[in-house]
T-cell receptor, first 112, second 116 residues
Framework: GNSVTQMEGPVTLSEEAFLTINCTYT??????LFWYVQYPGEGLQLLLK?????DKGSNKGFEATYRKETTSFHLEKGSVQVSDSAVYFC???????????FGTGTSLTVIP | EAGVAQSPRYKIIEKRQSVAFWCNPI?????LYWYQQILGQGPKLLIQ????????DSQLPKDRFSAERLKGVDSTLKIQPAKLEDSAVYLC??????????????FGPGTRLLVL
């Protein structure tokens, strides 16, 4: 069935460190892939997305590349800031069942 | 542009009581979603409306949960009677068009429910 496996947290990094949050998916076909972010006290917000294989989504210094061969969509940022502290969710839109599937979320804390 | 509004933000009830949540989507958004997010898990879709019609409610526990979107704008989600395992954050989201696989969903801040 459809599912998302996301790197478990919590993750704690120092400011300016490199960030990778792993995400792999199981789906029928080649769905669009998304990263959502939830800042403390706020609702989920779209961070970036990619709609086909080899596409790279990017926003606010974050990047993720749609890797069809490894069914992965890992989130990366070269230099994190304290303001990046949030929970990050990987998700995809299932072609069957017509609904969103979310990972369990990865909590990131960036310390000065 | 105003975002998705939800109320209340927090609710504490005892098991077997009833509770209702309200959502007002972004103006002009045709599609509205309700999600349940249990602590430590990702959001799970409960029901999806296209205007005032239900598109998908396959994961809604219909023996106790109900939802409506009568005029195709705001929506209510009700639980009656509540169980301990219903403790979660209930998220409302909306999107401009019907789900196409690439449509962006905009989420409200959620209602945190605690059932004692």
């Amino acid at each position: 069935g459809n599912s998302v496996t996301q790197m478990e947290g919590p993750v704690t990094l120092s400011e300016e460190a490199f960030l990778t949050i792993n995400c792999t998916y199981t789906a029928t076909g080649y769905p669009s892939l998304f990263w959502y972010v939830q800042y403390p006290g706020e609702g989920l917000q779209l961070l970036l997305k990619a709609t086909k294989a080899d596409d790279k989504g990017s926003n606010k210094g974050f990047e993720a590349t749609y890797r069809k061969e490894t069914t992965s969509f890992h989130l990366e940022k070269g230099s994190v800031q304290v303001s990046d502290s949030a929970v990050y969710f990987c998700a995809f839109w299932g072609n069957t069942g017509n609904q969103f599937y979310f990972g369990t979320g990865t909590s990131l804390t960036v310390i000065p | 542009e105003a975002g998705v509004a939800q109320s209340p933000r927090y609710k504490i009830i005892e098991k077997r009581q009833s509770v209702a949540f309200w959502c007002n989507p972004i103006s002009g958004h045709a599609t509205l979603y309700w999600y349940q997010q249990i602590l430590g898990q990702g959001p799970k879709l409960l029901i999806q409306f296209q205007n005032n019609g239900v598109v998908d409610d396959s994961q809604l526990p219909k023996d106790r949960f109900s939802a409506e979107r009568l005029k195709g704008v705001d929506s209510t989600l009700k639980i009656q009677p509540a169980k301990l395992e219903d403790s979660a954050v209930y998220l409302c989201a909306s999107s401009l068009e019907a789900p196409s696989g690439i449509e962006t969903q905009y989420f409200g801040p959620g209602t945190r429910l605690l059932v004692l």
